[in-house]
Nanobody
Framework: QVQLVESGGGLVQAGGSLRLSCSAS??????MGWSRQAPGKQREFVAH?????NVNYADSVKGRFTISRDGATLYLQMNSLKPEDTAVYYC??????????WGQGTQVTVSS
């Protein structure tokens, strides 16, 4: 059974930091990433990693967020958080066959 389980979300003041984690099991994931969905908005790309030197970020988070991976665990270090970063953050992974899997999400709320 494939599972992606996010953790680390919570409530933080603007300017603060959080680190999200995603524990993956049941598949070998060729690449992994984070997306987010704010209330009333569509899910949007945040960051993606294939290898430590092959990462991509949405313009809105560049310089503030850092994606990393340690084996089956994916991380998202979020610094200088802004109220507009408030969203449910989802972990996803592409297996060796190109099938994408999603976690259930973790809520991040940034107060002003």
């Amino acid at each position: 059974q494939v599972q992606l389980v996010e953790s680390g979300g919570g409530l933080v003041q603007a300017g603060g930091s959080l680190r999200l984690s995603c524990s993956a099991s049941g598949r070998i994931f060729a690449s992994m990433g984070w997306s987010r969905q704010a209330p009333g908005k569509q899910r949007e790309f945040v960051a993606h990693i294939i290898s430590s030197d092959n990462v991509n970020y949405a313009d809105s988070v560049k310089g503030r967020f850092t994606i990393s991976r340690d084996g089956a665990t994916l991380y998202l270090q979020m610094n200088s958080l802004k109220p507009e970063d408030t969203a449910v953050y989802y972990c996803s992974g592409y297996d060796l066959y190109g099938q994408q899997y999603w976690g259930q999400g973790t809520q991040v709320t940034v107060s002003s």
